[in-house]
């Protein structure tokens, strides 16, 4: 979801016919998973700010023209959303099958395979078949982000552009979590894509090798150089961090 209001303001809406109250300030998505309903969602995470980039979390409310995305639309007093339409199933799976039309169709053997967001929401909105192909589209092109090599350059991750859907989950983890800015969004569209400040290799750029961006990342574009020798691991825990006092949460394998 995206994280819950402070606010000590409730506000009372009705979602799928039931009535909610949750803070003001709260999004539509985070007020939806207080009831125990899962919009699907790429780019919006529990702890960072939302960014509205996936289009995957639309939603209907009365009233309003439109299908906003719902972790980046607040709830209002008296609102009443619909996240389960014909129309919203129909929106969904076209927006999954155009990310899956440009993804490498590697899961068999991807090191992501049965830990992958893109993976398990293709199955949440239904996406039985991919009717685009990357024949005759400029997925291969010369300059495209697919066809540009794995930044092995870190000690402990990889980086491999041709897997990368764009959501900002890294760049806005590096920012937020960890307060450096060593990510950015470059190019525009199509050949839009994750790099490091100048487009230098990780390794020669700001990025301090903290692994927030790889925790972020919902597919295996950045990847622990340990899970891809070894394998996911069976079991993990969230722990906080006992070296200083800022209180990071980070995964223990
Ligand atoms: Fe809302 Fe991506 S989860 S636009």
Redesign the pocket.
């Given at each position: 979801g995206t994280p819950l209001s402070t606010s000590k303001q409730q506000v009372t809406l009705t979602i799928d016919g039931m009535q909610i109250n949750v803070p003001e300030g709260t999004s539509i998505?985070r007020a939806a998973m207080e009831m125990g309903t899962q919009?699907p969602?790429?780019?919006?995470t529990d702890s960072l700010q939302?960014?509205?980039?996936?289009?995957?979390?639309l939603v209907e409310i009365e009233g309003r023209n439109g299908t906003p995305?719902?972790?980046?639309t607040p709830v209002a007093p008296g609102m009443v959303v619909h996240t389960q339409t014909e129309r919203l199933a129909r929106l969904r799976k076209g927006v999954m099958e155009l990310y899956i039309s440009d993804h490498p169709l590697d899961c068999l053997t991807c090191s992501a395979n049965g830990d992958c967001e893109l993976q398990d929401m293709a199955g949440a909105v239904g996406l039985r078949e991919v009717r685009y192909g990357m024949e005759g589209s400029n997925h291969f092109a010369k300059g495209s982000p697919h066809v540009l090599p794995k930044d092995e350059s870190n000690p402990y991750f990889t980086y491999d552009p041709a897997k990368c859907i764009v959501?900002s989950r890294c760049v806005r983890a590096c920012e937020e979590v960890q307060g450096t800015f060593a990510l950015t969004i470059a190019g525009r569209g199509f050949d839009s894509r994750v790099s490091p400040g100048m487009s230098e290799p990780f390794l020669q750029s700001e990025c301090v090798s903290c692994g927030a961006c790889v925790q972020a990342c919902p597919t295996a574009t950045l990847n622990e150089k340990s899970v891809i020798a070894i394998g996911a691991p069976e079991h993990s825990v969230v722990t906080t961090c006992a070296y200083c006092g800022v209180g990071c949460s980070f995964k223990a394998e």
């Open positions: 998505m919009i969602k790429l780019c919006a939302s960014f509205g980039s996936c289009r995957l979390c995305a719902s972790c980046t959501c």
